[in-house]
């Protein structure tokens, strides 16, 4: 009969264990986490940058200064990731300087976009944002689409919010950085 010892075994385990996770750790973090943050980190208005690589996603953690375009940024984002993003969706979470009172202003206007967005009627957007510039003093709002996202920027006094918004989104759900 074939007696094993246990403490090879075990070794051996917890061996290969580290270098299989060791690996796929350190894959992630030269292959993937680091070209996207020299790539982002150099883009005009990008304050700070940190990747989270999912199996299906890639969520870019970035905080912005207040003279990011974000269409552009979210194309230069998608172009100079390509290699590292692969086949995932890329999903942007911005932080920015924001306000409650431009909080509150978005808030109001959420029905009025959450309509447009659900009944896919995009050119009412920009009317409702040019509302809210004539109801707001020194409120300074654009809106911008492409093929994927509606980006909208929200400026009032020193105070900045940024909003990214799938144009094909989940069922159901909350926009991510609404």
Do not use: C
């Amino acid at each position: 009969m074939l007696k094993l010892k246990l403490l090879p075994v075990f070794t051996t385990m917890i061996v290969t264990a580290a270098l299989l996770f060791g690996g796929w750790y350190l894959y992630e973090h030269t292959a993937v986490e680091r070209p996207l943050v020299k790539a982002i980190g150099s883009l005009p208005g990008v304050e700070s940058v940190k990747p989270v690589v999912g199996t299906d996603t890639v969520t870019v953690n970035l905080t912005l200064g207040s003279d990011a375009d974000l269409r552009s940024l979210y194309e230069e984002i998608a172009e100079k990731g390509k290699n590292a993003i692969g086949g995932r969706k890329l999903n942007l979470d911005i932080t920015s300087e924001s306000s409650a009172k431009l909080d509150q202003i978005w808030s109001g206007e959420l029905f009025t976009i959450a309509e447009a967005m659900e009944s896919r009627r995009y050119s009412e957007i920009p009317a409702a944002m040019e509302k809210l510039e004539r109801t707001h003093k020194g409120l300074v709002v654009t809106s911008d689409m492409d093929d994927k996202n509606v980006y909208i920027t929200m400026k009032l006094d020193s105070a900045v919010k940024y909003i990214v918004l799938p144009r094909i989104g989940d069922k159901i759900g909350v926009w991510p950085g609404a």
